[in-house]
């Protein structure tokens, strides 16, 4: 910390001086000092501000009798490494550039300044009596509006740079904090979310007034010491260290730094067990037990905490070693680099979290949210600007990052192709709206069907990945990403903590995504139908989850996949609830150009319909239906051939030899089709087959295919003996409901958010299967063919060379094989 006043220093008012400039110089040490420890004062529950009067001065020879019972040591001048580190961070809670400073941020701290007690430093529009806002923490404006008033006064980029009124509201209002330490019920708060603010508006004081408020700042970092730290696990830590950075660079204290650091470096390791938080050994990232929240949450947030503590003490003696390095880079690049898709992440990944949003107010500034102004140091990150193109958490939050890794850190070249790959993602679809973010996703205004052209994003990967440890998997070519996302007795499905998530108890249901230009769930969470999330298989009783049904226990251990990294196959016994009222098997096969889904031994003893989602995502193009029309080989709807190929089977001559049609769905339709072949929308295919015609339809096509077949089965029963070939069902028996009418919602349905009602239009395709209570297991097979540029090209398109041999029903058992 540049050099200081002695004990017994008296604050002076803003008017009798200006704060030094805020970036270190080149200025002779001066001894250590001590400054008077104090307490901090508390305002009543029940706040009557008007009439409240200013705290009354103690008398001088009062004042030192306290410096001499309570002192807090404080180091006046600062190594060159500490001051280094102290110069980075600074830089990071200033605005570096113009584009990133919101529009209206100079009418936000006039209207600041217009709401200012200047009785007593509170604000007459502030909610002060707010003590359950666990998330949304109506009291916390206060403190955040003192960090707007630090970073005007010091932005070249701000019309208030320099004014004394504003450096003076800073402090009044600032103090006030101090003295009333408010208090919130949620822990976070009170030992993350508050020190952390503390800490950065510290370091934006001049030296004169962090020195005379630190007493009364104390108490309030203090819930965030060190030690605290190693008893916290994955993101927690490495937030508590980095209320200690703060900490010590308002203290100038090289040694409590250091601690700090090596403190965060403690949780950039593998956790010891996939029952334990932390990074995985397969690079997914676990909290509050076995719960993947690799992607935007915890995850992310310990990431780009990670990389800004790492930028910080580039080339001074707190460096971060490589081999924490290492941890870090395979977290990112091996982990959280393969759940995202042009500017999103897969909400699947997020946990709680895939419901939070920003909540800008009229001047475009998020308020009120910690997972912005006090859970990040960086200004991009604590006031992030959703604005096209760059609308979403991942792009605004983490892709900066990724770009400034510095070039002499290994694997940097590959931390910038990240970045790039965000950056250069679609930014043409307006179904987002404008204003505000989600944590996911984008903007959270009204959204209809984009008539811009839809841009794929451009990526380099081309790889399939299992994560053992949480039961996920996730398939990526250039022109797609797939993901399937389960859960078993190893792993948690979800969570709803804080009022957050109250509808997901579905979300790791083998959950299927399919991610062209990345937007495709962008913001829909409102508005959803929460038993049909993608890919899921559910009862539709008609009934809201709520929070308390979002944890569901899984007793099969029998969920998992395998990969070669090029092709991967994953599989979920699947059983809802405590007791058995609804099993299905599933099996998830991912090739090129396509993810195959088998579906077997269904049964249920409710009395409920049941559903297989097959997609509900942001309407974003007409849907076309495709029909056969058979010359005898069966119902029309039946795609004849191998559902592996796509096009029937020998290379789909037989689909050729068929008379087919196409019909586009009116816009705002809600209707049920019997047997269609496929559906497009979107740039996606959905290639629907029952595998049991398919096999007949084979046995009357050819004989010499037929006996191939039959040769390949006996070998495949010689090994597992139970599995039988399941009886042909008529193809009449599928009816796929889809809608693209508008559907209305509200966040405040689904986490802590505003009760206004939002409309967007869905695309909503799904299966039904009705009540199967009291019926035999059913089965069935479909196919999504993703970067599908039209529909035309559905009747052309191929699926490799796969081939469903047996996908039984009684036996809850599917078999599929590549050839």
Known sequence: MSSCSLKGHHHKSSKDKQPAPLLPTNQQPTKSSTIPSGTAATFPRQLHYEQQQPPQQQPQQQ??????????????????????????????ILPQSRGV??????????????????????????????YDGRSWWKTSIHLQRCLIL????HTPYSAHQGNATVYGALVKAFTAWLKADFKNSNWWWMDIGVPRIVGKVLLLLSPADATALYPLATPLLDRGPLSRAYGMTGCNRVWIASVNVLRALTEGNATRLAAAYEAASSAIVVAPSQQSDGIQRDNSFHQHGPQLYLGWGYGSILSANALLLTSYAEGTRFAVANSTWGVLASLVLDGQRLVVRGPNVDYTTSGRLMTYFALNDTFGVNEGHYHYFAAFTDFRLSFPTFSSPLRTPLSVVFAPLLSEVNDTRPRAAEFHAFAHDIYTSDDKFDGAGGGGGDCCCGGDGVGAKSTAAATSPTSQLSLSWHFYDSDYVVHHRPTFFASVRMFSNRTINTECVNSENLRGRDLADAVLNVYVTGREYENVFPVWQWHRIPGTTEHQTGTPYSCSDARS????SFVG???????SVAAINFTRGHAVTMHVSKMHVFVDGAVIVLLGGLTSDAPYPITTSLDQSNLRSDVVVGELDDDGGGGRGNVGGNVGDGGGATKGSHLRQQQHRQHTLPAGTNTTLQGPTW???????????LPEQHQKQQQQQKQKQQQQ??????????????LRASPPSPSSSLEVVVSTKNQTGSWANITQGPPTPLTRAVFNAFINHGVVAGQNATSMSYAILPAVTSASDMWHRRISNMDVHMNTHDNSRCVALGH
């Open 63 to 92: 004042q030192q009798q306290q410096q001499q019972q309570h002192s807090v040591h404080i180091i006046s001048h600062e190594s060159d490494d500490v001051a280094a580190v102290r110069a980075a961070v600074l830089r990071h």
């Open 101 to 130: 400073v919101p529009e209206r941020w100079d009418d936000k701290v006039q209207y600041i300044l217009e709401h200012l007690r200047t009785s007593n430093g509170t604000f007459d529009d502030v909610d002060y009596n707010d």
């Open 150 to 153: 630090g970073i005007s006064y």
């Open 553 to 556: 226990v899984q007793h099969t």
């Open 561 to 567: 996949g395998v990969t070669d990294r090029t092709f």
């Open 679 to 689: 559906l497009w929308h979107g740039n996606i295919g959905y290639l629907l087959s």
């Open 709 to 722: 077949h039959k040769q390949q089965q006996q070998q495949i029963q010689q090994h597992v003996p139970a």
